[in-house]
């Protein structure tokens, strides 16, 4: 596509509840980044990948987070027993993976946690 | 512990006049700074970015500033316009983890016709 696509734009879920956030990354693009912005605070780095696999987890709040990314594209953000806190923009980059290279965001999901 | 700080929330300037945001930082590994523009209801797009090996970046209206001794940066928009009204984001990385970058939390800018 022509840009980073991300789904869903928005979701409201129960506390407790399991949420699945998509992004689909430019293609060609080997590098992916999962970013979230709490409300009032910068863009917080979660998860790194390239290709496939993620050498870098080290932003992950808590083991509740998880993420794959299948075929080297399409990735996905699972959150279990989604907590109040969790409420945020998640945000979704990619990028060809060269050293200093600008990041491509997605215009991310807004997860509301009741 | 805030390793990007940008201090000013907010800033207001009037149409043709120069814009200028700043942003500090803690960390001196820090070897690589953006300058990210955002719009409501979409993602950051990049902007602008210097090397610490330099110590100005220009890219037609935008120049970047960097003050290693002071760790600070300073974005400069000359002439601003009303279509650079957004959020602005400074962002760091070290060499070797350019992929993780430390955003600071933003200042709106609102250029005034």
């Known amino acids: 596509g022509a840009g980073v696509s991300q789904s869903p734009s928005n979701k409201v879920t129960e506390k407790g509840k399991d949420v699945e956030l998509r992004c689909d990354p430019i293609s060609g693009h080997t590098a992916l980044y999962w970013y979230r912005q709490s409300l009032g605070q910068g863009l917080e780095f979660l998860i790194y990948?390239?290709?496939?696999?993620?050498?870098?987890k080290s932003g992950l709040p808590s083991d509740r987070f998880s993420a794959e990314r299948t075929g080297g594209s399409v990735s996905t953000l699972t959150i279990q027993r989604t907590q109040q806190e969790d409420s945020a923009v998640y945000l979704c980059?990619?990028?060809?993976?060269?050293?200093?290279?600008?990041?491509?965001f997605g215009s991310g999901t807004q997860l509301s946690v009741l | 512990d805030q390793q990007v700080k940008q201090n000013s929330p907010s800033l207001s300037v009037q149409e043709g006049r120069i814009s200028i945001l700043n942003c500090d930082y803690t960390?001196?590994?820090?070897?690589?700074f953006l300058w990210y523009k955002k719009y409501p209801a979409e993602g950051p797009t990049f902007l602008i970015s210097i090397s610490s090996i330099k110590d100005k970046n220009e890219d037609g209206r935008f120049t970047v500033f960097l003050n290693k001794s002071a760790k600070h940066l300073s974005l400069h928009i000359v002439p601003s316009q009303p279509g650079d009204s957004a959020v602005y984001f400074c962002a760091a990385s070290v060499s070797g983890s350019n992929y993780k970058l430390t955003f600071g939390k933003g200042t709106l800018l609102t250029v005034n016709p």
């Open positions: 960390n001196s590994m820090f070897d690589y």
């Open positions: 990948f390239q290709g496939n696999s993620a050498p870098d």
């Open positions: 980059a990619s990028s060809l993976g060269r050293r200093g290279e600008k990041l491509f």
